[in-house]
């Protein structure tokens, strides 16, 4: 069995090889996520059926812990920033702008 600890850093390391070679994930979690769990999916020799049972079983990884990967990464690794960023980031400076 695997420590929380060795759990976290295959999924960041997943999630980072993830963004690094499929920018249109970088904005959405949902596609994120899919991906992840289609492959744990495979890997478990298991039917998309039943994806709710391993889900329930907590034998895939949590969408919050996928999305909570992907900020961290992207913060840490701004080449890994989607566009939503680079738009939220124009978005303040107008808002800025229009508060003073």
Not at 44 to 72: C, M, P, T
Request: with cysteine; hydrophobic share 35%; proline share 1%.
């Amino acid at each position: 069995m695997r420590t929380s600890k060795e759990i976290k850093k295959l999924l960041n390391d997943e999630v980072e090889n993830l963004l690094r070679n499929n920018s249109f994930l970088r904005n959405c979690d949902r596609k994120l996520s899919v991906v992840i769990w289609r492959q744990q999916l495979i890997n478990l020799g298991a039917l998309e059926h039943s994806f709710f049972d391993f889900y329930v079983s907590k034998l895939l990884y949590s969408q919050e812990s996928i999305g909570r990967a992907r900020r961290r990464l992207q913060e840490l690794h701004p080449e890994l920033r989607g566009t939503n960023y680079k738009n939220k980031q124009k978005e303040q400076i107008e808002v800025i702008k229009q508060i003073k």
